[in-house]
T-cell receptor
Framework: EDQVTQSPEALRLQEGESSSLNCSYT??????LFWYRQDPGKGPEFLFT???AGEEKEKERLKATLTKKESFLHITAPKPEDSATYLC????????????FGQGTILTVHP | EAGVTQFPSHSVIEKGQTVTLRCDPI?????LYWYRRVMGKEIKFLLH????????ESGMPNNRFLAERTGGTYSTLKVQPAELEDSGVYFC??????????FGPGTRLTVL
């Protein structure tokens, strides 16, 4: 069974204080690893897809990286508007489509 | 381009009643998914449609849940009869290729 564990559960940063969120996974043949952002009362908003170890993707202050066992979401010089829950999900090569999610990391950035 | 829409945004019902949730995917997306998040837990997969056919319904909790996708367009998820443990947020997502899934805002269901 696919499993995704995210850490920490919650992270409080000062504006400008860079940090990283972790997503550890076990999956039967990784088809893709996905990062989403979720704001309160809204649905998950797509950020990145990573397909193979060594791959990196960037968007504004966010950078996602992937190894064979985990993914990191690096946040550089965060702003208060980056406050949200960040979700990691995996898709395996056997079950077409189904995403397995972690519990998420709640990020709060203080001004 | 319009995103995934869901209706209603909130529903409060009594135990034993029936509720029907609706999802309109992004136009042209053949793949439609239902997920659910119950209090304190992670988002969990319920089922996957490709056009009007059920590709994977391994996450459906029991036979009180019935999902349909008429003509391969919108989808409905009916819970009948509802139980207390069905409370949670139900998300719908769609994708064109089965890869990146775009989520709707969710329907918050409360069963009293």
């Amino acid at each position: 069974e696919d499993q995704v564990t995210q850490s920490p559960e919650a992270l409080r940063l000062q504006e400008g204080e860079s940090s990283s969120l972790n997503c550890s996974y076990t999956v039967s043949g990784l088809r893709g690893l996905f990062w989403y952002r979720q704001d309160p009362g809204k649905g998950p908003e797509f950020l990145f897809t990573l397909y193979s170890a060594g791959e990196e993707k960037e968007k504004e202050r966010l950078k996602a990286t992937l190894t064979k066992k985990e993914s990191f979401l690096h946040i550089t010089a965060p702003k208060p508007e980056d406050s949200a829950t960040y979700l990691c999900a995996v898709q395996n090569g056997l079950s077409y489509g189904k995403l397995t999610f972690g519990q998420g990391t709640i990020l709060t950035v203080h001004p | 381009e319009a995103g995934v829409t869901q209706f209603p945004s909130h529903s409060v019902i009594e135990k034993g009643q029936t509720v029907t949730l609706r999802c309109d995917p992004i136009s042209g997306h053949d793949n439609l998914y239902w997920y659910r998040r119950v209090m304190g837990k992670e988002i969990k997969f319920l089922l996957h449609f490709v056009k009007e056919s059920k590709q994977d319904e391994s996450g459906m909790p029991n036979n009180r849940f019935l999902a349909e996708r008429t003509g391969g367009t919108y989808s409905t998820l009916k819970v009948q009869p509802a139980e207390l443990e069905d409370s949670g947020v139900y998300f719908c997502a769609s994708s064109q290729s089965g890869d990146t899934q775009y989520f709707g805002p969710g329907t918050r269901l409360t069963v009293l």
